[in-house]
């Protein structure tokens, strides 16, 4: 790598600064799986314009994201940089986040954009990281393809490859994705670059003898650049001399990168944008913070809110005792906010004082985030690192009881825990998703002093909260929120923004319900309607088969009444479209924003369809007290599926159509395509 920069130096060609800007810059937004919760693409568009001119400020070129990796597996750290569950939903994000960043790619202040990792690292092995991945052709391309195509039509002009290996082939040297779905299927014509050191990597795979074979078996199916391993740097001009490897080959990828060199301008302008100035004038700005806030505000998803304890009315006297270890914790940006930094956050605490006034109000933090030393250790801190981190247990003792006592004196309990951030992200695969136990031992305590107890879960994945969950009046998942998240979740609490999130991955009941994902294909013998009774169907014997939370699931303040649906016409030949209409009526006070939700389930099919998938959602205002009609067109064309061959198509027959609130709870009606 060295030797490539220096002559590269040498020859006056200017290098391509690169860098991990997966959910902002120094603004950092809430984590992608948060993001994809807020069903708003066209506000992420926003954020990812914003998030552009930030690092174009900062002298970065090209954004190593968006990762649009599907995800079925919370185990998986990395679900974080997610957007979901759903093939239709990544996509509208894929493309809202490439067309963010690449906005006035040519003129303005726009970088780069580098979908990432393709294909189908979502989909590894019981959840660990770095395993392989192997699935069907429909399943490929029905739910895992969909969201980097989107990427690649929405113009992303680098692609990287994955770690890991699809059905036996390393993705990093595998012809047939790159060059067959990805250069002659989808016409991609930018970059693919791989991923870290994933060409050496081939040998470990056991896929390249060695690593000028890597360097070989790399380049040959597409790889145009080696990120991180000596491979290309060593090995590329030895296989040229001994006619291994074609001058036209290796000039195609060198083609390729020094096009996009020169499309940004870099032969006159090596530090494209990088300027103190302008990291003045555009970082962190009002502006920016605010498009953060309200970002974050729609991404948190409120999961319970027994007896409309929320919104808290700031008028009403009451104490409330905020515990816990995120109550004015600063790390609330996640694993992969490289450029961020906490210093900037907002927390909890902060926000909440904007909104009452601190003689109402008592902090403790209770206990750690973790306490758990060799967890620290194995997940990369050093010892003196984990010594500075944890309390020693004196002082744990008396935040301790401090918290408790908290507790006992106030009329309500703002309970704010959640994940370490090194217990998600890229290496955060684990088997237990559940609060860190000195967490947990913490919240018992809590609810055995009776109070009631509004939680704040803070983390980079669904966790298991049914204990949680069972024990608090309200609970809200904040995700790793970001710069703004301790606005964004007093707004929240006080009604200041009435919550609109919805989540755009399952919650499960239990870990062992992985993998778990609401478009599951119908089996023949459905827990409910099926002609068996009793022990022979698809479920647990010791567990409910459903997750605790659905995909699409989250609660607002005030009801909304959904009426029956009314279809424009109840066959449809193809080309032709039908429209869907639903009436909305919505009871309460406050403004509220309803994502509106439609699924179609193909009743028969050559190849066995999901019992239901997100074809369309629209996220509505609604006024106080008010009715609105939704209206959706289906087309022909969305009605069709993948089948063995990876070919689509269409075919004929009757299909459920659901409009509703979440893929749970829904209307139903039915059409015919003839
Ligand atoms: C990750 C990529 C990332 C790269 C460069 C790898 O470990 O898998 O997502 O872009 O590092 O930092």
Not at 628 to 639: K, P, R
Request: aromatic share 8%.
């Amino acid at each position: 790598m060295l030797v490539y920069l220096s002559r590269s130096i040498a020859h006056a060609i200017p290098l391509l600064f690169m860098s991990d800007i997966v959910y902002g810059y120094k603004t950092v937004y809430p984590i992608p799986l948060g993001m994809g919760s807020s069903w708003n693409p066209d506000l992420i568009e926003k954020a990812y314009q914003n998030t552009a001119e930030e690092a174009y400020a900062g002298g970065t070129q090209v954004a190593f994201a968006p990762m649009v990796d599907l995800v079925r597996d919370a185990r998986w750290g990395r679900v974080l940089e997610s957007t979901g569950e759903d093939p239709y939903l990544n996509s509208r994000f894929a493309t809202a986040m490439v067309r963010g960043f690449q906005h006035d790619l040519k003129k303005g202040k726009g970088i780069v954009s580098c979908v990432k990792h393709f294909a189908a690292y979502g989909a590894v092995e019981a959840g660990r990281e770095y395993n392989s991945a192997d699935m069907s052709l429909p399943n490929l391309y029905q739910n895992y393809l969909p969201s980097y195509h989107a990427a690649v039509d929405a113009g992303a002009k680098m692609v990287m490859t994955s770690l890991t290996t699809l059905n036996g082939v390393p993705a990093t040297a595998d012809k047939w994705l790159l060059n067959k779905v990805l250069r002659e299927q989808w016409g991609f014509k930018g970059i693919v670059i791989s991923d870290y050191a994933s060409v050496y990597e081939l040998t470990q795979h056991g896929f390249a003898k060695d690593s000028q074979d890597a360097a070989d078996k790399a380049l040959d199916a597409g790889i145009d650049i080696d990120m991180k391993s000596p491979c290309y740097a060593n090995g590329l001009k030895p296989l040229l001399e001994e006619g291994h490897l074609s001058e036209s080959k290796l000039n195609e990828a060198v083609w390729r990168v020094l096009s996009l060199k020169n499309e940004l301008g870099l032969f006159e302008d090596p530090y494209r944008g990088a300027s103190h100035s302008l990291e003045q004038d555009d970082i962190l700005t009002d502006n920016k913070r605010q498009t953060a806030r309200q970002v974050s505000r729609e991404s948190m998803v409120l999961l319970k809110n027994d007896n409309n304890i929320l919104p808290l009315d700031p008028e009403i006297n009451q104490k409330i005792a905020l515990i816990g270890p995120y109550a004015n914790e600063r790390g609330m940006l996640g694993l992969w906010a490289v450029h961020g930094d906490t210093k900037n956050t907002v927390t909890i605490e902060d926000g909440i004082l904007e909104h009452i006034d601190g003689s109402a109000l008592s902090v403790e933090k209770g206990t750690d985030i973790i306490r758990d030393k060799e967890f620290l250790l194995h997940a990369g801190m050093n010892s003196d690192q984990v010594i500075q981190l944890l309390s020693d247990n004196d002082a744990e003792l008396q935040n301790h009881e401090r918290a408790i006592s908290a507790a006992k004196q106030s009329d309500l309990i703002i309970f704010a825990c959640g994940e370490h951030t090194l217990q998600s992200g890229e290496a955060g695969s684990r088997t237990k998703l559940r609060l860190p136990t000195n967490q947990q031992d913490l919240f018992d305590e809590l609810v055995a002093t009776g109070k009631k107890i509004i939680t704040i879960v803070i983390s980079g994945r669904p966790l298991v909260l049914t204990d949680v969950a069972k024990n608090s009046e309200a609970v809200i998942e904040a995700w790793f929120p970001g710069t703004e998240g301790g606005h964004a979740l007093a707004d929240i609490l006080f009604g200041d923004y009435n919550p609109s999130g919805r989540l755009s991955m399952s919650f499960p009941y239990s870990e062992a319900q992985y993998p778990i994902y609401y478009n599951h294909l119908a089996t023949g013998r459905p827990e409910k309607d099926s002609q068996h009774v009793g022990r022979f169907v698809s479920r647990y014997t010791d567990a409910p088969t459903q997750p605790l939370f659905p995909f699409g699931y989250g609660l607002s303040y005030g009801t909304t009444h959904y009426g029956e649906i009314q279809l424009s016409r109840e066959t449809l030949h193809s080309n032709e479209t039908v429209e869907a209409s639903i009436e909305i009526t919505y009871t309460g006070i406050l403004p509220r924003d309803e994502t509106v939700q439609m699924y179609l389930h193909d009743c028969v099919a050559s190849v066995v369809q999901p019992v239901k998938r997100l074809i369309d959602f629209q996220k509505i205002h609604l006024d106080p007290n008010s009715k609105q009609t939704v209206s959706f067109e289906i087309s022909s064309d969305q009605l069709g599926f993948y089948d063995q061959t990876g070919s689509y198509t269409i075919e004929p027959g009757d299909f459920d159509l659901f409009i509703g609130k979440d893929s749970n709870n829904v209307q139903e009606t039915q059409f015919t395509l003839v």
